[in-house]
Every structure is written in C-alpha cells, then in structure tokens.
C-alpha cells in the first residue's frame, strides 16, 4: 500500500507536466472547434473560452456555420476534389513503390544497389526545384489543371520515400520463406502478392497514412498543377481563398478549417495502431 | 524417387571455397546425410541441389538430367528449413497446400493429399491454425508435411531438429526414419549432430572445410574412419589420440606412446610392416578402453598404467578420464567399476580395434 502511494507520487511530477503539455498542445483546436459552433455576433464579440460560463447553456452552439460553409461556399465541392486528388495519389505511389522495393530486396539484376541509391538520393531534391520544369512538361501535354497530371506529380513526389521503407520492410522479412515458396514453385509475381504484400501490411498502412496526410495537407502543388478554378480546386485551396474573401468572418473559417481535419483524423485514428508498428517499421526486429 | 550426382562441383562466394570439387552420388532411395561442424559447406551442398546456389564449376544431376540451370521450381525436390519457413499468413492447410495450388493441382487432389499427410503426422487437428499458435514440435510437422504432399523426387532437409528440445528431437528422429521407409524416396539430410547422422542415414557424407572427407554407412564409418578428422568427429566421447612410434620387429611389434608402449596383435602387424619405425598417430575409442576388472573376454589385450583423474556416472556406464603421465584419454567402462578419483589402475586397450594415422596426411594406415 505504501509503496504504491510512493510509486503514485514519484511519477506524479511527469504525469503533471505531460498532461500539461497535452493540455497547451489542444488548446487551439479546442478553441477552434468551439468557435466552429458559435454564432457569428458571439464569436466577434467574445472569446470561445466563454462558453465555460454557461456549460451546460446548449442554445450557445448551432450548426449553421458547417451548413453554410458546405453548401454556399463550395465546401462540400472542394471535399470531394480533395479526395478525388488524394486516394489515387494515394494509391497509385504504393503500388508503384512496393513493386520496386520487392525488385530491390529479393531480384538479383545488375546494378540494383546503385539505382537504389539513386532512388534514395532522390529524397534531398526539393520538390520546388521542380515545379517550373515539370509545368512546361504538362502545359505541352495538356496535363496542367488535369487531375490525372496531380496524381502523377504527387506519385512522382512520393515514390522515392515509399520505395525506401518499403524496400527496408522487405528486406527484413525471412530469406528461407521466399526460398521456400520458389521451391514450392513460386514465381517472383507469386511470391510478391502471396507472401510480401500480406506480410508488410503494417508497412504499407503506414506509409498510406504518410502520403495520404501529405497530399491532403498539400496546397502548393494542387495550386500549380490544378489551377484554383472551382471544378477541380482542393480544400486547401479553398480554405486559403476564404481566408481572402472572408477575412473577417472566423465563425466560417473555423468551421470550414475543422472540414478540413475530420477526414485525416479519422484515417489517422482507424489506422493508428498499423501507424505505431510501422514508424519502427525495420528499425527493430521484432 | 531419383538418384542424385554431383560431379566435381565446387561453389565460391568471392574468395571463399564453401564447397570444393564435391563428387558424389547418391542412391534412389538412399538416406544420405551431410555432416561436418558448422561453416563445413554441408547446407551450401544442399542449397546447390535445391537451386538456391549456381555450381562456380561442376554438374549437378537429378536422375540423369542436368540441372545446373533449372529454377527450384523446376527441380522436382521439397525442402524442410533449419527454420521452418512456414507462411505465417497462412493457416497450416494453406501452408501445406501452397505448393500444390501453385501447380494448378485438382482441388480434390489437394485436399486427398493434405489430409493423408497430416494424419501420416499426426497434424489433422491443426490444419485450420495459424504457424503462430503452433509449438516447435508441431511446427516441425508441417514444414515436413508440406515436403510430403508435393511427392517429390529428392526430399532435403536442412537440420531440421536442431530447434526441437532434447527429448523431441529423438523422437522426431525415429518419425523421419520411419517416414523413409513408409515413402521409398531419396533423402539428403544435412546436421551437424552425429547422433543424428548415425541413427537415420543410410550413408553419412562427412564434410570439413567443404571437401568430403568420407562417405559410408554409418557402421564403417565408425570402424574405420577414414583420416584422423572423421575419427575424432565421429563418436561420443570422441576418440583418443596418442603420438606414438611403431617400434620392434614384425613378429613382435610395439607401439610406443612414451608414458606406455603396447604389443600390436600379429595379424595387424603384418600389414604395417612398411611403417615399423615411423611416427604414427595411435587412436583408441573410448568403449575399447575397460576396467581391469570387468574386461570382456577374448580380446587381444594392451595394458596400460594410468592414474584417475575424474569420474563420470552416466548411469549406464562410467567415464573415467584416465593420466598417463600428463597424456589424458577416456575410458567408458562398466557401472559397476570401483576406480575412484587418485586410484591407479591398469586400463585394458581392446588392441583388435585399434586406429593409427599417418601424422602427415592424417589419413589412416590400414
């Protein structure tokens, strides 16, 4: 009993300052979140934490500014957009990166280390360094403002990173099994969809949550390969453009800031166990 | 159900002979084990036959067909890991159906075999289990049956006991024999367990430093071993070993180990009349070496003087380790022996089973 009170109070310092830092860490979502409900007067008027005056007053919070913000604003357009740009730029640079990295883990061909390196080495260039070149690229393709030219680009963006921790998951995998499943008479495209990809699912899931956050989060490149027309505009485009447009109004801005988050919280959340496996994805075995 | 040549094949991993103008052929049917201490090229051999490694030089042949540049795939052989590699993805059905699948065999087939192979081993409860929730001994079972139910020609193992407990493994030994003799198809085995190779093989194949330095049955293996490498690597507790020189005339020849000099029995010393006068390397097996007291009958006998140094009950038997002078071997004598640690006895060396070598060549003079 004493001891467990020692032990209670000995780490009660780190749990303090922990819980603390949490607690500074969310405030500016809580605030944002707050305001999101609040009629347009009271946020001008009055600061969010004001709400704790009256907690339990529920006709201090409403919904109108989401139903604006998604019907006359073009939000709910935009969300659309966003996904649309951001599954396939998902999807498209994993299956590309895991058919690399099994080629560079388990195939034996001249030169593999060097074009590996060459890959990995492509992680320092700046993805600014490139936008000019590659717009050139696409105006003369007909690709700018397409959704199949972003796609590209944000494949092209996150390859090099997606090949290096898948190739780094691979290698850790067992030799005897993919020597066991070519006796078993296996070919490598057999030993790839029936053992490495079922077997790097943690690795794959991860990396889906990276590219997919980035591309979510991405304003620059949509803004230089899409354009900002209405059609094809993401939400970051049109978070940036309300900001402009609706300088003043915060009760909108923040509605539509929390639209913007409710999709990546939520993939962050089903996914966050596969996340934790696979940050240390190859670093330790386990 | 094939026999199995290697013709003179050598592997090299840059400047590392792993594997030196190996030249062996196996029997159909045949029980073959490889063993050596590890690092001897005894997996690399078997790698080589599995596809896994390219010969640097050499033919390899299954049946009478050359397969130096046939795929695994393609080799008609199954092969159990040191480590089992078995899916861990899939149920133990899968795992053992796999290979099947992969060939487009029939469905129903698929299902015959499996579940033949799982009763012959006794794993019909768990064929819907993950490889996870399996013990070792259990796991050790389905990589076996997943060998078995692709009926290859060339079934190879690569020490898959090593990872079982004591008790297990001797068990599981006699179960593979038995499946040798219940499936009629050609066996290499590699391990470095002696007591493996003894029991199971039909031939052993020892290896060191990747050149084979014997191949035989396990019985004249072990009578009369080839070089000194096979004498000291084969039996437990291993041989003894004395410097000694070859000494007398033919009739009465000695040999004389300094602390101790023994009388060679006639026959034999009418075979070493070539080598009268030469340095010898003299080997003794520790069962040939008894207790004054409970000396068998009818052997030729050589005495030797030798002090206690310490005694080991196995139960069935003791062993003595034996001084003469500051030269120590062992005897393994009967239980009921009363030597005790500082005695002095006159140990008895069986000299019809004696052992000598040439310590240049370290092969044996026979």
Same mark, same amino acid.
């Given at each position: 009993?004493?001891?467990?009170?020692?032990?209670?109070?000995?780490?009660?310092?780190?749990?303090?300052?922990?819980?603390?830092?949490?607690?500074?860490?969310?405030?500016?979502?809580?605030?944002?979140?707050?305001?999101?409900?609040?009629?347009?007067?009271?946020?001008?008027? +009055?600061?969010?934490?004001?709400?704790?005056?009256?907690?339990?007053?529920?006709?201090?919070?409403?919904?109108?500014?989401?139903?604006?913000?998604?019907?006359?604003?073009?939000?709910?357009?935009?969300?659309?957009?966003?996904?649309?740009? +951001?599954? /396939?730029?998902?999807?498209?640079?994993?299956?590309?990166?895991?058919?690399?990295?099994?080629?560079?883990?388990?195939?034996?061909?001249?030169?593999?280390?060097?074009?590996?390196?060459?890959?990995?080495?492509?992680?320092?260039?700046?993805?600014?360094?490139?936008?000019?070149?590659?717009?050139?690229?696409?105006?003369?393709?007909?690709?700018?403002?397409?959704?199949?030219?972003?796609?590209?680009?944000?494949?092209?963006?996150?390859?090099?990173?997606?090949?290096?921790?898948?190739?780094?998951?691979?290698?850790?995998? /067992?030799?005897?099994?993919?020597?066991?499943?070519?006796?078993?008479?296996?070919?490598?495209?057999?030993?790839?969809?029936?053992?490495?990809?079922?077997?790097?699912?943690?690795?794959?899931? +991860?990396?889906?949550?990276?590219?997919?956050?980035?591309?979510?989060?991405?304003?620059?490149?949509?803004?230089?390969?899409?354009?900002?027309?209405?059609?094809?505009?993401?939400?970051?485009?049109?978070?940036?453009?309300?900001?402009?447009?609706?300088?003043?109004?915060?009760?909108?801005?923040?509605?539509?800031?929390?639209?913007?988050?409710?999709?990546?919280?939520?993939?962050?959340?089903?996914?966050?166990?596969?996340?934790?496996?696979?940050?240390?994805?190859?670093?330790?075995?386990? | #159900?094939?026999?199995?040549?290697?013709?003179?094949? *050598?592997?090299?991993?840059?400047?590392?002979?792993?594997?030196?103008?190996?030249?062996?052929?196996?029997?159909?049917?045949?029980?073959?084990? %490889?063993?050596?201490?590890?690092?001897?090229?005894? *997996?690399?051999?078997?790698?080589?036959?599995?596809?896994?490694?390219?010969?640097?030089?050499?033919?390899?042949?299954?049946?009478?067909?050359?397969?130096?540049?046939?795929?695994?795939?393609?080799?008609?052989?199954? #092969?159990?890991?040191?480590?089992?590699?078995?899916?861990?993805?899939?149920?133990?059905?899968?795992?053992?159906?796999?290979?099947?699948?992969?060939?487009?065999?029939?469905?129903?087939?698929?299902?015959?075999?499996?579940?033949?192979?799982?009763?012959?081993?006794?794993?019909?409860?768990?064929?819907?289990?993950?490889?996870?929730?399996?013990?070792?001994?259990?796991?050790?079972?389905?990589?076996?049956?997943?060998?078995?139910?692709?009926?290859?020609?060339?079934?190879?193992?690569?020490?898959?006991?090593?990872?079982?407990?004591?008790?297990?493994?001797?068990?599981?030994?006699?179960?593979?024999?038995?499946?040798?003799?219940?499936?009629?198809?050609?066996?290499?085995?590699?391990?470095?367990?002696?007591?493996?190779?003894?029991?199971?093989?039909?031939?052993?194949?020892?290896?060191?430093?990747?050149?084979?330095?014997?191949?035989?049955?396990?019985?004249?293996?072990?009578?009369?071993?080839?070089?000194?490498?096979?004498?000291?690597?084969?039996?437990?507790?291993?041989?003894?070993?004395?410097?000694?020189?070859?000494?007398?005339?033919?009739?009465? #020849?000695?040999?004389?180990?300094?602390?101790?000099?023994?009388?060679?029995?006639?026959?034999?010393?009418?075979? %070493?009349?070539?080598?009268?006068?030469?340095?010898?390397?003299?080997?003794?097996?520790?069962?040939?070496?008894?207790?004054?007291?409970?000396?068998?009958?009818?052997?030729?006998?050589?005495?030797?003087?030798?002090?206690?140094?310490?005694?080991?009950? #196995?139960?069935?038997?003791?062993?003595?380790? %034996?001084?003469?002078?500051?030269?120590?071997?062992?005897?393994?004598?009967?239980?009921?022996?009363?030597?005790?640690?500082?005695?002095?006895?006159?140990?008895?060396?069986?000299?019809?089973?004696?052992?000598?070598?040439?310590?240049? *060549?370290?092969?044996?003079?026979?």
């Amino acid at each position: 009993m004493k001891d467990r009170l020692r032990k209670v109070l000995s780490s009660a310092p780190l749990h303090i300052a922990i819980l603390g830092i949490a607690l500074i860490w969310s405030l500016p979502s809580v605030g944002l979140l707050m305001s999101s409900f609040r009629p347009r007067n009271d946020v001008l008027g +009055s600061g969010w934490w004001t709400v704790f005056q009256h907690p339990f007053d529920f006709t201090q919070f409403q919904l109108d500014n989401y139903i604006h913000v998604l019907t006359a604003e073009g939000m709910g357009r935009a969300f659309l957009n966003s996904l649309t740009i +951001s599954i /396939p730029s998902t999807l498209i640079p994993i299956a590309v990166a895991a058919f690399a990295a099994y080629a560079f883990a388990w195939m034996e061909f001249p030169g593999r280390q060097t074009l590996f390196v060459v890959v990995v080495g492509l992680l320092v260039v700046p993805l600014q360094m490139t936008l000019i070149p590659l717009l050139r690229v696409y105006n003369r393709l007909g690709l700018a403002g397409t959704f199949l030219g972003i796609w590209l680009a944000h494949t092209g963006y996150g390859l090099p990173f997606a090949v290096y921790l898948l190739r780094n998951f691979f290698g850790t995998l /067992p030799k005897d099994l993919f020597e066991s499943a070519f006796i078993d008479g296996a070919s490598h495209l057999t030993a790839f969809f029936r053992l490495a990809l079922p077997l790097s699912i943690p690795a794959l899931a +991860s990396l889906a949550i990276f590219q997919f956050l980035w591309v979510w989060n991405d304003l620059l490149v949509a803004l230089i390969y899409l354009g900002g027309t209405e059609a094809v505009a993401p939400l970051t485009l049109k978070m940036a453009n309300l900001v402009n447009s609706l300088g003043q109004n915060w009760h909108l801005l923040t509605a539509a800031a929390f639209v913007s988050m409710a999709l990546p919280l939520v993939v962050f959340l089903a996914l966050q166990r596969y996340f934790v496996q696979g940050i240390l994805a190859g670093a330790v075995k386990g | #159900m094939a026999s199995v040549t290697y013709e003179h094949v *050598t592997k090299c991993f840059g400047d590392v002979v792993a594997v030196n103008d190996m030249d062996i052929k196996v029997e159909d049917k045949e029980f073959l084990v %490889l063993l050596g201490p590890s690092g001897c090229g005894k *997996t690399t051999t078997l790698r080589l036959l599995a596809g896994l490694e390219e010969p640097t030089e050499g033919n390899i042949y299954i049946e009478e067909r050359l397969v130096n540049d046939v795929p695994p795939k393609d080799r008609d052989i199954a #092969m159990v890991f040191q480590s089992y590699a078995l899916y861990p993805h899939m149920s133990v059905y899968d795992n053992m159906a796999f290979g099947l699948k992969l060939r487009k065999t029939p469905k129903a087939e698929i299902e015959r075999r499996v579940k033949e192979a799982a009763v012959m081993l006794g794993i019909e409860g768990l064929l819907g289990r993950k490889p996870k929730q399996l013990s070792g001994g259990q796991r050790q079972r389905v990589a076996v049956g997943r060998a078995i139910v692709r009926e290859p020609q060339v079934f190879l193992m690569d020490e898959p006991l090593s990872n079982l407990d004591a008790k297990l493994r001797v068990h599981a030994r006699a179960e593979l024999s038995k499946l040798h003799q219940r499936l009629e198809t050609t066996f290499i085995y590699v391990t470095h367990d002696q007591m493996e190779a003894m029991t199971m093989g039909t031939r052993i194949a020892v290896l060191r430093d990747g050149v084979l330095q014997q191949m035989d049955t396990p019985q004249v293996l072990y009578e009369s071993p080839a070089n000194l490498f096979v004498a000291g690597f084969i039996g437990s507790p291993a041989m003894n070993f004395f410097e000694a020189t070859l000494v007398g005339s033919v009739e009465e #020849m000695y040999i004389d180990a300094q602390s101790f000099r023994v009388l060679v029995p006639p026959e034999r010393a009418k075979e %070493l009349k070539n080598c009268l006068g030469k340095d010898v390397i003299f080997g003794i097996r520790p069962e040939d070496v008894h207790d004054p007291e409970f000396c068998p009958p009818n052997i030729t006998a050589g005495r030797v003087k030798a002090k206690v140094d310490v005694t080991e009950l #196995m139960g069935n038997e003791v062993f003595l380790y %034996l001084l003469t002078d500051s030269k120590s071997f062992i005897a393994r004598v009967d239980p009921r022996t009363r030597a005790r640690v500082g005695d002095e006895i006159e140990a008895v060396l069986n000299m019809d089973n004696i052992h000598l070598f040439d310590p240049q *060549t370290e092969e044996a003079i026979r």
